[in-house]
């Protein structure tokens, strides 16, 4: 079976506080967009679990979490594993905020309830994926929706009106346990308005949401690096964007337009910084 995994974008992230468990409360509005990694499974007889990329550094074994999720299946079902080719095309730029490893695992439950003719409910697939990383279960549901407790409890919002997007990863990676163990000693400039744009979303107002993006991660990134990303956004608003702001922990920022010109003239205007470009729709 092939099948697409798409990215997300965060169109608001907060971060709450550190909850007893250790992880953090999130309360943040999730997007998935035309982007995408293209995935080939096909069951083999050696009984082995293999995963192959176009990117020599990523893990072809049980570290990448595409074998992961396909052990939590069957484990999940009570079976044992089987033999398994994970074939996987990247196109999700790798450590950018876009959840490419986590789209790649839901891409692989989604795949599998369809292939062995489980007819689990999304619901039910996006439980597995619970067991997998936090972003899974939304990977799974995809759309538009509210994403809150570790990022796994979803909630569908009304459809973001169809637009323009385009993104661009500079060209350095930020670790996401570091800007976590930085975010609560942070003194956080503003929030995002999270229920104004889900107020805008029930009211199809693309800018209003445009508008109320925000994202908390932005304060707890290096000098550097935030200065980067900030010329990013400023770049897109100049160019034309309704909004602008980084998508997870980064570094990727991105802007939404409701004219494709535009957009287009963005991407162009954005290839002056060094990284990797995209122009992309929302789904």
């Known amino acids: 079976m092939k099948i697409q ?3 997300k974008l965060n169109l608001t992230l907060d971060v709450l506080g550190r909850r007893p468990d250790g992880y953090h ?3 943040m509005i999730m997007q ?4 995408a ?3 080939d499974l096909a069951f083999n007889n050696t009984g082995e679990l293999r995963v192959s990329t176009n990117l020599h550094f990523l893990p072809n074994n049980e570290k990448n979490l595409a074998a ?7 484990a999940a079902q009570g079976e044992p594993p089987r033999g398994l080719d994970i074939t996987i095309d990247k196109h999700i730029p790798v450590c950018a905020g876009m959840a490419g490893g986590s789209s790649d695992a839901a891409a692989v439950l989604q795949a599998l309830n369809v292939i062995e003719d489980r007819r689990r409910s999304p619901e039910m697939v996006a439980r597995v994926g619970e067991l997998v990383g936090s972003d899974v279960p939304y ?4 759309g538009t929706a509210l994403a809150e407790g570790r990022g796994e409890i ?12 385009v993104l661009c ?3 350095f990676s930020i670790s996401t346990p570091a800007l976590f163990a930085k975010i609560d000693s942070v003194k956080l400039r503003c929030r995002p308005d999270t229920q104004g744009a889900i107020a805008a979303l029930e009211a199809g107002d693309l800018a209003g949401v445009a508008r109320r993006m925000y994202n908390v991660f932005e304060d707890a990134l290096p000098e550097r690096q935030h200065a980067r990303v900030n010329d990013i956004k400023n770049a897109l608003i100049q160019c034309g964007a309704l909004g602008a702001s980084m998508s997870g922990t980064g570094p990727t920022a991105f802007g939404l337009f409701s004219n494709e010109s535009l957009a287009q003239e963005a991407q162009e205007r954005l290839l002056e910084f060094s990284g990797d470009v995209f122009l992309t729709r929302t789904v």
């Open 5 to 7: 995994a798409r990215a």
């Open 25 to 27: 409360e999130m309360r």
């Open 32 to 35: 998935s967009v035309e982007l």
């Open 37 to 39: 990694d293209t995935l």
């Open 68 to 74: 992961q999720a396909a052990l939590r299946w069957w």
């Open 139 to 142: 990977c799974v549901l995809g």
């Open 154 to 165: 979803i909630t569908p919002l009304p459809s973001l009106p169809k637009c323009w997007v």
């Open 169 to 171: 990863k500079p060209e």
